[in-house]
């Protein structure tokens, strides 16, 4: 999916209005579109999707004060039910960031921020947590770049990582949607978990705050999770 195509299709999802009934009963956390479950698919037929919304990269441990990163995202990936009951997967396969504003991160010489994504794809599995069910995600890479005239001046890796005592994934939960105008999103909450500055063993460590919504690709589904 190319980038522009995934820009240009956010603007034309609040058009579709599905109505979508009561999540579903118990067991392991799965998919759903406009209702159902997502029928178990091998792994050649994932549900492609895509998620949008301004996301916070906030500076909580070894960083100066106040040092944030917020941007408008849009991601495309894609879903699925395995077999045998188990829980539902995904991948992360793009992100685009946009407008990105920053405070106390970058030196005061810079004059622009991004974010760019490496190590995609990332990927995803569905997780109960008491009532709450959460998208934990792991191999997550994010590089705030600090441009000067155009050039990146310097740049910080911001990761998860399975040997963290900390950081080991993002897991943000999951809350039902009712429409395409009120569509299913992730909300990272203080318990969805922080990333850690490669390299740094936890010593400089953000969390994430905001949402994003979440829509199926091909017809505009209304995605969600029980």
């Given at each position: ?55 916070t990269l ?31 997967v995904g ?77 080991k994934a ?57």
């Amino acid at each position: 999916m190319s980038k522009k195509l995934l820009l240009s299709v956010c603007p034309l999802l609040a058009t579709a209005g599905l109505a979508l009934g009561p999540p579903a009963a118990q067991g392991a956390p799965l998919w759903h579109a406009n209702g159902p479950p997502i029928p178990p698919s091998p792994p050649e037929t994932p549900t492609p999707v895509i998620a949008w919304g301004t996301l916070t990269l906030k500076i909580v441990a070894g960083g100066p004060p106040g040092g944030e990163v917020t941007c408008h995202n849009a991601l495309a990936g894609d879903v699925s039910n395995p077999a045998a009951g188990s829980a539902g997967v995904g991948e992360v396969e793009e992100l685009v960031t946009a407008e990105c504003e920053s405070s106390s991160v970058c030196p005061p010489s810079a004059t622009g921020t991004m974010v760019t994504p490496e190590s995609l794809p990332w990927p995803l599995e569905l997780v109960a947590s008491g009532s709450v069910i959460r998208a934990k995600t792991t191999g997550i890479k994010l590089v705030v770049e600090c441009l000067k005239g155009g050039t990146v001046e310097s740049a910080i890796g911001f990761v998860t990582n399975p040997g963290s005592a900390c950081c080991k994934a993002l897991q943000p939960m999951f809350k039902h949607g009712t429409s395409a105008l009120h569509p299913g999103f992730v909300e990272f909450d203080p318990a969805s978990g922080e990333v850690e500055v490669e390299g740094s063993v936890g010593a400089i460590r953000a969390k994430v705050e905001g949402e994003l919504k979440y829509l199926g690709f091909t017809e505009q589904e209304i995605i969600n999770v029980s």
